[in-house]
């Protein structure tokens, strides 16, 4: 007899039952045979402990043995730890494991018995061939003896993974460095985080601050990953690095052969591994980068490079050195096979199922058209594309089913159960439908792990050509509930990145989209130093759009919330830079601007005393903007020692200052003389490396750098000039959080106190 917990016992006897070719009266009674037995009886030691511990991976077996397994969690932590686990014991060489819990089906009995005692924490593969199942075997036998061996979990009260992991993303938007690696520390301390995974955040870390440079440069980073199957996110991030430093510069060049010698130089020799599967990456400059790896082969794939402009957004800048590029493997080598079924093949091969499914159905009636339909089916989980499969097999005859094997019958079976669960659908096909997969299904870690995964496949010019889609993204948003509301919250810094950060510039057909961000930001209440920063992000791409009048006058009531929420002494650079945009961009409603800074003047004269000359400075130059001169003067003094006459600090350095944002350093260099008078302002806005910016950047003082409001060339270029001495980076691009970034290096480099300093 096996000793379980009663309370187990009755879901391992609905799993080990007749369906499940061992079961539990073999098992328990050791009439089993002994290699099944000692597939099970170790896990079920783990039962024996409550509450569950360790995660339980139990096989399904057949005739030949072993043949599936389930992997079980009882929380969502161990969940996505055991997953983790699972792909790098077992991963997808050996099996079809995809590295994601899957949805159990209602309708077959032992997945039933899991869904009631496990929920949504369950993994499930199987092996690629039967020849894997016994490697399967002894990769699950040790895992089960590593586990044994982990001690106990102790609670040391650390913040959730995710919220700590959307912290991180938070800070990389708004360029807070400081901050980006103190939560990827945290992120490590977890425990949760492998050796691999560390060097994919340290990627994501650098690709996230524009640190395109020094990640395309570190070869011991890159060497360490390039044999890996990585993640989406992280081949997006290495290949755009690479191909912004070695190939970018070049692309203007007419000569083709030199862009492609520079590639093969640089890039393809070492790091060709990087290019055998896309992941459905759509970003252009990948794109790009696959297609030059190919026309730097000897036998290029000719089939490949059409799949890539396939896949290419139209609008996107780039497409006619991508065509060029195209031109010229076409000139060596010339397709071998219908070209449809062979654009398919690679489309699926780079995981770009949406687009092989389309390339198949121009292929019908070929048979390997149809069963590679299924899989894309499966893949994607679309139910309308799963619907527009199902019609054409029907369509087809019966006879063309008596040709599936049983692989292509199982799928069959899949997506005929995906129709008849209606609303239990993974929507990961664009946003929209994320959005109402979200509403219908609230589960925050598996529709944000679907997000991360999809968005890279993502166009963001789908969005920018449909005013509809943004539309109907932004009501899904806006009308979601409160579990809804929380996934679309987490989900900001994937919203920001692809709809403000992306888009070459502010469209006005995201309108939507950008009021809806404000939104979000809005009914959160109280937030962090960095999502104020991604709010003047949002504000300024909405502004710069040119929107209508009720747009208008709805973001700005969104900005009002938000500053009244935050109201805080430390925010008021925020505050004041967020009254400078509205100050800079035409207005369709003058009152309603006027509004917004008399609430920041509000919070001015409510915190005098603890407001600086600077900032006093900032306010003056507003006044004029806002054309409230009168009301600026009846302000009361800073502190008591203010007087008509203050003394200035006698600081006479040269300070440069490095923005893309004229109007800002211009305003910025009209502060600082009023602050410090004796000092040199000098400005740069030169989008590449150049003579002058490096003398600058050499001669300064003090060189603030605007990142956010800047180009990977010129950062590169100033921080060569400084050498050991520092940049100054800000905490945002608008006047305000320049010259207090300036004022902080000055007080640091003569010594004394800020009082002493500006008085």
Not at 278 to 292: D, H, S, T
Not at 456 to 462: H, K, L
Not at 503 to 520: C, D, F, G, M, Q
């Amino acid at each position: 007899m096996i000793d379980i917990d009663p309370r187990e016992l009755s879901w391992l006897q609905r799993f080990f039952a007749p369906e499940n070719h061992l079961v539990w009266a073999d098992l328990a009674d050791e009439t089993a045979p002994l290699g099944w037995r000692t597939q099970v009886l170790p896990w079920l030691e783990f039962v024996k402990q409550a509450p569950l511990e360790r995660p339980l991976v139990l096989p399904v077996f057949g005739l030949e043995g072993a043949y599936r397994w389930y992997g079980l969690a009882d929380s969502e932590r161990a969940a996505t730890q055991m997953v983790q686990e699972l792909q790098g014991f077992v991963g997808p060489s050996l099996s079809d494991f995809a590295g994601h819990l899957i949805e159990l089906s209602a309708n077959d009995p032992i997945e039933f018995a899991l869904r009631e005692r496990f929920g949504p924490f369950v993994a499930r593969f199987e092996a690629i061939s039967s020849a894997d199942r016994k490697a399967i075997e002894r990769k699950v036998s040790l895992y089960h003896s590593v586990l044994v061996r982990r001690p106990p979990t102790v609670s040391r009260g650390r913040r959730p993974f995710g919220r700590v992991r959307g912290d991180f993303d938070r800070a990389l938007l708004a360029g807070n460095a400081e901050g980006a690696q103190r939560f990827l520390e945290e992120l490590c301390e977890s425990g949760r985080v492998t050796a691999e995974q560390r060097k994919y955040l340290d990627i994501r870390y650098l690709a996230g601050l524009g640190r395109y440079e020094e990640l395309a440069r570190n070869q011991a980073l890159i060497a360490a990953i390039v044999e890996l199957a990585l993640p989406p996110q992280t081949l997006l991030d290495v290949v755009g690095a690479l191909y912004r430093i070695f190939v970018g510069p070049l692309e203007l060049n007419p000569d083709i052969g030199v862009i492609q010698e520079s590639f093969k130089k640089h890039i393809g020799r070492a790091y060709g591994p990087l290019f055998r599967e896309r992941k459905g990456i759509r970003q252009p400059e990948v794109l790009r980068a696959f297609l030059l790896y190919e026309s730097v082969l000897d036998e290029p794939n000719l089939t490949r490079c059409e799949s890539l402009i396939q896949a290419y957004p139209k609008e996107a800048p780039g497409l006619d050195l991508a065509e060029k590029i195209l031109a010229k493997v076409r000139n060596r080598a010339p397709a071998s096979m219908p070209e449809a079924l062979a654009q398919a093949r690679q489309a699926i091969a780079d995981e770009d199922y949406v687009n092989a499914v389309a390339l198949c159905f121009k292929a019908l009636p070929d048979q390997w058209a149809f069963k590679a339909m299924l899989r894309c089916a499966v893949e994607i989980e679309d139910i309308a594309v799963i619907k527009r499969v199902l019609n054409a097999i029907e369509d087809a005859g019966e006879n063309l089913v008596t040709g599936f094997s049983t692989k292509d019958n199982s799928r069959l079976d899949q997506i005929r159960h995906k129709v008849q669960e209606v609303g239990q659908q993974r929507h990961d096909g664009n946003w929209c439908e994320w959005a109402q997969w979200v509403i219908t299904e609230p589960e925050g870690v598996a529709a944000l792990t679907v997000l991360e995964n999809a968005v890279v496949s993502w166009s963001v010019d789908e969005y920018v050509q449909s005013p509809e889609k943004c539309l109907e993204l932004a009501r899904s948003i806006g009308n979601a509930g409160h579990d809804a509301s929380k996934v679309f919250r987490d989900a900001l810094p994937q919203l920001f990145e692809f709809f403000v950060d992306s888009p070459a510039k502010a469209s006005r057909t995201l309108v939507p989209i950008y009021v809806i961000l404000l939104k979000i930001i809005g009914w959160s209440g109280i937030v962090s130093p960095d999502e104020l920063r991604l709010t003047s992000g949002i504000a300024e791409a909405l502004l710069a759009s040119g929107p209508q009048q009720e747009d208008y006058d709805e973001a700005l009531m969104d900005l009002t919330d938000i500053l009244k929420a935050n109201e805080a002494p430390t925010n008021l650079d925020w505050a004041l830079n967020i009254a400078e945009l509205l100050a800079m961009y035409p207005s369709s409603n003058s009152d309603a601007r006027l509004r917004v800074f008399m609430a920041i003047f509000a919070l001015v004269r409510a915190w005098g005393h603890r407001v600086s000359f600077a900032q006093r400075t900032v306010i003056t130059m507003l006044g004029r903007d806002y054309q409230c001169t009168d009301l600026i003067t009846s302000l009361p003094p800073l502190d008591a020692s203010e007087s008509t006459d203050i003394p200035q600090p006698q600081f006479a350095g040269l300070i440069g200052i490095y923005s893309l944002s004229e109007s800002s350093g211009h305003r910025a260099r009209e502060a600082l003389h009023a602050v410090l008078p004796a000092a040199r302002v000098e400005l740069n806005s030169d989008t590449v490396a150049t003579d002058r910016l490096r003398t600058l950047a050499r001669s300064a003082d003090v060189f603030v750098f605007a990142w956010k409001k800047s180009t990977h060339q010129a950062y590169y270029c100033a921080k060569d000039a400084r050498g050991a001495r520092d940049l100054v980076m800000p905490s945002g691009g608008g006047t305000a959080s320049l010259v207090q970034a300036v004022l902080s290096k000055v007080t640091a480099l003569l010594g004394v106190g800020a009082t002493e300093v500006l008085t």
